[in-house]
């Protein structure tokens, strides 16, 4: 499902307004998990997809990263990042996810967040990514967590004061479109358990070496109180994998 929410008007000025559009990395709440599974990035090619306002595309640089390329389907998204970027080897295209196409052994680290729960096919996507990977090159990304995602509403149960009763999960198992609610305006995402995520990794011929369910630590609730009650279920499930063998698949 191409869509394209951020290009309009409405819905990119309150995006702008978020914690971490504003902050940037430092902002967003799973940033320090995330930066943990990354590979050493110096010397590497990188790929960002859903790259955003191009924060991880500079952070790669930061990090001695030799080339990174950003992909985002949103203009607005890529105008705001090539205003935020002063680097010749940060390269933004602006097309789908599903579109974007590469040559084989391409890239040595794949990163993306928060943005393959979007997607329809995550299967065809991981063979894309093992093709365009040179062998023992890294993908690593965060989406949307599966009990997250469950239920179209993606809210609490309230009991008559208003208080969070409980995080409601239910169809599970019943993967496909979830119509929902982002900034108040409609989106569709693509909801898949978590044995899907990682069996779609395996079949491709990755080797899974992190998962990660974003528990807040103490430091994480020091900073942010709100995210106490993602100690009641989780948000994110971040995953980091390398490419194995094409010939050893699950």
Same mark, same amino acid.
């Given at each position: 499902?191409?869509?394209?929410?951020?290009? *309009?008007?409405?819905?990119?000025d309150?995006?702008?307004?978020?914690?971490?559009?504003?902050?940037?990395?430092?902002?967003?709440?799973?940033w320090?998990?995330?930066?943990?599974?990354?590979?050493?990035?110096?010397?590497?090619?990188?790929?960002?997809?859903?790259c955003?306002?191009?924060? &991880?595309?500079?952070?790669?640089r930061?990090?001695?990263?030799?080339?990174?390329?950003?992909?985002?389907? @949103?203009?607005?998204?890529?105008?705001?990042?090539?205003?935020?970027?002063?680097?010749?080897?940060?390269e933004?295209?602006n097309?789908a996810?599903?579109d974007?196409?590469?040559?084989? *052994?391409?890239? *040595?680290a794949?990163? @993306?967040?928060?943005?393959? &729960?979007?997607?329809?096919?995550?299967?065809?996507?991981?063979?894309?990514?093992?093709?365009?990977?040179?062998?023992?090159?890294?993908?690593?990304?965060?989406?949307?967590?599966?009990?997250?995602?469950?239920?179209?509403?993606?809210?609490?149960?309230?009991?008559?004061?208003g208080?969070?009763?409980?995080?409601?999960?239910?169809?599970?198992?019943?993967?496909?479109?979830? &119509?929902?609610?982002?900034?108040?305006?409609?989106?569709?995402?693509y &909801?898949r358990?978590?044995?899907?995520?990682? @069996?779609?990794?395996?079949?491709a011929?990755?080797?899974?070496?992190?998962?990660?369910?974003?528990?807040?630590d103490a430091e994480?609730?020091?900073?942010?109180?709100?995210?106490?009650?993602?100690?009641?279920?989780?948000?994110?499930?971040?995953?980091?994998?390398?490419k194995?063998?094409a010939?050893?698949?699950?």
């Open positions: 499902m191409k869509q394209n929410k951020y290009d *309009d008007s409405a819905f990119f309150q995006y702008s307004q978020l914690p971490r559009s504003i902050g940037g990395l430092p902002a967003a709440g799973e320090e998990t995330f930066r943990s599974m990354l590979p050493e990035l110096k010397g590497k090619r990188v790929l960002d997809l859903g955003g306002y191009g924060w &991880h595309c500079r952070y790669a930061e990090k001695g990263a030799l080339s990174v390329v950003g992909v985002d389907l @949103s203009n607005r998204m890529l105008e705001q990042a090539r205003r935020m970027t002063d680097d010749p080897a940060i933004y295209r097309l996810i599903e974007f196409t590469c040559a084989e *052994d391409e890239f *040595d794949v990163i @993306s967040s928060l943005a393959f &729960h979007y997607l329809k096919d995550f299967g065809e996507l991981c063979r894309k990514l093992h093709r365009a990977l040179v062998a023992g090159g890294s993908l690593v990304f965060s989406v949307e967590h599966p009990i997250y995602t469950a239920l179209a509403g993606q809210d609490w149960h309230y009991g008559g004061e208080e969070k009763l409980h995080w409601p999960v239910d169809d599970y198992h019943v993967e496909g479109e979830r &119509h929902t609610s982002f900034l108040g305006h409609k989106v569709t995402k &909801h358990n978590t044995a899907s995520y990682v @069996s779609s990794l395996l079949q011929g990755f080797i899974l070496q992190g998962l990660s369910e974003l528990e807040p994480m609730l020091r900073r942010n109180p709100a995210w106490q009650e993602e100690t009641r279920r989780p948000m994110f499930m971040l995953m980091a994998a390398v194995g063998s010939d050893a698949r699950f």
